[in-house]
């Protein structure tokens, strides 16, 4: 099934009919009929690089910094019109860190990822990116973002206020994003990906270096067990070519 027929065409008990749903931003989000299981995993301690999306002033997707002018997340997140700001830097969504608006969207013509520019240059850890080498099957690997922490409720009364992490379990490196795009695909392990962690980074320590890369962007989800982040391993001449990374 493509995974692209999904969210964005079908909400509310529509969409729990579909065995992979997008990780739809959060204030779309549709409740999903599983026990809670980010959902599970824990709080994060230390991600500098990481990006809270809020579209017209509401919260609304994950993101991280990769350069001092530039912002990496899902083209889902930012297909409709608005005004896109970032909260950078810190793990608190509601305070600290720096605040940047988007003077520039730049969507990924096929795949889920797009490119924010921002109106001022951030001064950060930037999320350094990863290549084909950094990640394997097998390999465990974790997922960031402030997206819900419930599947018993509409996703948007429990967004988390703190940045979260979960551990996961990559099962494949060749699976589909939301838009047909290679995407890293994980089975969850202490905790899966929900809505309003679109857009956040898949971060894995590589085999050859054993330093830590954002390897994926969030895509979809079954908000229960599976996702699959973009492969950002995949398409780093198209970041390079305009964020220089």
Known sequence: MRLNRVLHAVVGAAAALLSLTAVVPAAS???????????????????????????????????????????????????????????????????????????????????DLALARLDRS???????????????????????????????????????RYLKYANTRVTSVNGRDYRGGIAISVTRVDGIAAGGDSGGPMFATSPVDGRRYQVGVASTSDRSSRSNYTAVTRYRDWIRSYAGV
């Open 29 to 111: 989000a549709a409740p999903a009929a599983v026990e809670p299981y980010i959902i599970g995993g824990g709080t994060a301690t230390d991600a500098p690089w990481a990006a809270r999306l809020f579209r017209n002033g509401q919260q609304n997707c994950s993101a991280t910094i990769i350069a001092p002018t530039w912002v990496l997340t899902a083209q889902h997140c930012v297909a409709s019109s608005g005004t896109y700001t970032f909260r950078i830097g810190s793990l608190d969504q509601t305070t600290g860190g720096t605040l940047a608006t988007a003077t520039q969207i730049i969507q990924h013509p096929s795949v």
């Open 122 to 160: 951030v001064s950060a850890t930037y999320a350094p990116l990863g290549t084909t080498t950094a990640v394997q099957v097998n390999q465990t690997v974790q997922l960031y973002g402030w997206g819900a922490t419930c599947t018993n409720q509409p996703e948007i009364n429990c967004q988390a």
